[in-house]
């Protein structure tokens, strides 16, 4: 990722793109080419030369890095590798990845709060040293890696219209210092020239000018430098690593004129903007998320892998981080379900980032084991979903029978369980086509004493994959009470009921959108407002609060999942924020 801002905290959001890169994608290699080639790895590990081997051919050796892990906040961070909460590399965490079924890792690597600001930009020696020892302990545990130059891309090479001569001189400094330090390295290590290159102050056409200059440098100098080098796998992206047309087919005309068969293309995918970061109502997985998403990986494979170069999927993940609750759990599920399969189907490599969020990496436990199950099966196979994972009942009054949709994504429905026990055809689910019926008295028994929230979880079993969860939950509709705060925050007291919160909508008296996000009466979740379930209240956030017109009433409207609505408005005066239950 590239980032401006960032937090020291591991479980802190990532955030900080434009609306263009946000939209990035990319993902991974076919998966019955990735199975192939990692088994064929695995079969090396009884001998230690052929277990540091790669495939000659540049499309086999990046099927066989599938699939993939980021190392991010690390050697990325900073100035230092603990300076974003992550703790010092080991080789227990390679050991784990392995054993995790990962065949590669991108270790992003920050250079300049190690370097020398002025010419010769000489790279500390012992920083050098420990990028070294840990690529080197990933490669032992048999793992590719692919290492870059990662935040210099914003730090100092995003002025290279204002600086040429000095950003070019510093930028082929810094690889001819890594390229001799890794010359001899084995061919399981890739280089990518820059992550995320962006350019200040530069129009269209000279950023693509920009782009070209620094990948053609980059393999220049690394081609010349020696070793392993002459026919290594040498990684370039897209502008932002982004994967839109028109960048792809700058990249794709540049790869064709530096004419070198081991090149490999990259780009990012962080899903559609909306969706990423739940703004403007993109609360769920819907139809139009999942065509740019098929779409997108479908241009992937005819601007590259359908031409014989391969790609490599640097980052994938969403904006708004795993345990943040900015994306519904279920909805979140389908969208690494998806994105898994547009990868395999569509013969791209994919690496997940993680910066922390994921892998606990001082106890070596995935912090989320159903989403990282699912995606574990995503790498083979595809795991049914359904139009949600949440059941809402009443907390009092009858139960109603109530339907939901499954999506088999290719399997068939092997049966609807509550722990070890099934349950009962016609007497507690019906099933017409891709449509299950919960039945009233099956409801009933399932929520219990209709305490609120989860009363009972069940199973939905395909034929293959992970299963998927249905969650029983009693509620009654939220409560928000009145409140007074300032710019910098309103809490505003509310009975949740038992429900959860999907959304934000705000809007002025005349129509007109209010708050920060004015494209949209939607506002971002976790940026605008965010639900605080433990204190029983409903956050506005300052980001929020200081776009409000003064002295302008705002009318809020929150959206829960459970379908219920309720009002609010909300006044600013000066610095002093009230708000009132409409």
Known sequence: MNVSQRSARPHGRRLGRSAALL???????????????????????????????????????????????????????????TSWGNPLTTKALFDHLRSQGFRSVRIPVTWYTHQSATAPYTIDATYLARVKQV????????????????????KWIADISTDHDNVMARFNSTWQQIAAAFKDE??????????????????????????????????TIVRNSGGGNK??????????????QPLMDDLNAEIASLHDRNLVATVHYYGYYPFSVNIAGGTSFDAKTQKMQADTFALMHSEFVGKGIPVYL???????????????????????????????????????????????????????????????????????????????????????????????????????????????????????????????????????DRAYGVNSTLQVQYSQGEPWQLHVISFDKPVVSAATGTSTALTIPTRFNGDQLATMEAKYADGTNAGSSSWTAFQAFNTA????????????????????????PATLTFHFWSGATVGYQVTRSGTTVTGTAS
């Open 314 to 448: 640097g980052e994938y993940g969403l904006l708004s981080e795993p345990n943040s609750n900015t994306v519904e759990q279920g909805e979140l599920l389908k969208y690494y379900e998806d994105v898994n399969y547009q990868a395999r189907l569509n013969g791209v490599t994919s690496a997940l980032w993680d910066d922390g969020n994921y892998l606990d990496r001082t106890a070596l436990k995935w912090r989320e084991p159903d989403l990282m199950a699912l995606v574990k099966t995503s790498w083979a196979t595809r795991s049914g979903t359904a139009s949600t994972d949440n059941v809402f009942v009443p907390k009092s009054g009858p139960i109603a029978a109530q339907t939901i949709t499954l999506n088999r994504n290719g399997q068939w429905f092997a049966g609807l369980w509550q722990g070890d026990m099934p349950l009962i055809p016609y007497l507690d689910y019906t099933l017409n086509g891709d449509r299950l019926t919960l039945t009233s008295d099956a409801l009933t028994r399932l929520a219990g």
């Open 186 to 219: 084995p061919r399981k290590l890739l280089m990518e020239s820059v992550n995320e290159p962006q350019f200040n102050n530069a129009t269209d056409a000279q950023k693509t000018t920009y782009m070209n200059e620094l990948n053609t440098s980059f393999v």
């Open 231 to 244: 026919d290594r796998l040498l990684v370039l992206p897209t502008q932002g690593c982004t994967p839109s």
């Open 135 to 154: 690529i080197d302990l990933a490669l032992a545990d048999g793992l590719y890696v692919e290492m870059n130059v990662h935040h210099d891309s914003w």
């Open 529 to 552: 407002f965010a639900p605080d379930y433990a204190g029983n209240a409903l956050v506005l956030k300052p980001d929020f609060l200081n776009a409000l017109k003064d002295g302008t």
């Open 23 to 81: 939209v990035a994608l990319l993902t991974t290699t076919s998966v019955a080419g990735g199975t192939a080639f990692a088994e064929q790895d695995h079969q090396g590990d009884q001998s230690a030369s052929l277990f540091r081997l790669a495939p000659r051919d540049p499309m086999a050796a990046v099927a066989a890095m599938q699939p993939s892990w980021n190392l991010g906040n690390t050697l990325d961070a900073i100035p230092d590798e």
